[in-house]
């Protein structure tokens, strides 16, 4: 079964300086069918303008995955992490007893990206931060694994069972993701337009994916997306 979410129907908000829209909901207001996908619980499309971001603030119990779609985040925590991950790369948090941090933007251009929230498989770990360059040449064509609470070689390492991938295809190009039993999968474009099972997924736009053996992906044009299967 796919479960199309478009754009216009995600829950959003814009505070000026930040304009979020919400591929799961994220308070009992919000849209109740755009329920959470096994340990995947927040995905947040967010836009932030020059000079501002989100000040100290604290988490708990929570695998916090930030991939940057345009320009650099600025992140520092209680733990002594500072770090600057840049567009096409992926910061990932483990938030586990507790910790304090803060993301800003830094530059002169609008930051976009997608943080991704999963609910960790052990409660009270040590907290940590980490991040990574991922080379779109590197994953031109092909589904490349950024973060992997599985044990996967290369990728930033989380507490959650969960793969997340990254891809960029040419206009044309496609692949294709099997989907083992019991396992779900959510999909977002970052550029461009791709077509999932048939189903025409644009920047903006996610998609859910629950029975679905075998994801068939097609750009309809030069496309990167993020794709996250989740137990």
Not at 62 to 78: F, K, L, N, P
Not at 144 to 170: E, K, M, Q, Y
Not at 172 to 184: E, F, H, K, N, S
Not at 197 to 222: K, Q, S
């Amino acid at each position: 079964m796919l479960q199309f979410r478009p754009r216009h129907r995600l829950d959003h908000a814009d505070f000026g300086w930040l304009k979020a829209h919400h591929h799961f909901a994220v308070s009992p207001d919000g849209n109740q069918a755009h329920a959470p996908l096994g340990p995947l619980i927040v995905w947040n499309d967010d836009e932030i303008a020059p000079g501002k971001g989100f000040g100290a603030h604290s988490h708990r119990d929570m695998e916090i995955i930030t991939y940057v779609r345009q320009g650099a985040v600025t992140h520092e925590d209680s733990v002594g992490s500072i770090g600057v991950t840049e567009a096409g790369d992926v910061q990932v948090m483990s938030t586990g007893t507790g910790i304090t941090h803060s993301e800003r933007n830094d530059g002169d251009m609008p930051l976009k990206i997608f943080q991704i929230w999963l609910q960790p498989r052990t409660r009270g770990t040590a907290p940590h931060w980490g991040q990574r360059r991922f080379p779109v040449a590197d994953r031109s064509g092909r589904l490349v694994i950024l973060a992997s609470g599985l044990g996967d070689a290369g990728a930033l390492p989380i507490d959650a069972d969960a793969r997340v991938f990254g891809a960029s295809l040419l206009a044309g190009q496609a692949v294709d993701y099997a989907l083992a039993p019991g396992r779900q999968a959510y999909l977002a474009p970052s550029r461009g337009r791709l077509r999932v099972n048939g189903v025409v997924v644009a920047t903006g736009d996610g998609i859910a994916a629950r029975a679905e053996p075998m994801l068939r992906l097609i750009a309809d044009e030069d496309v990167d997306f993020i794709l996250v299967d989740a137990g």
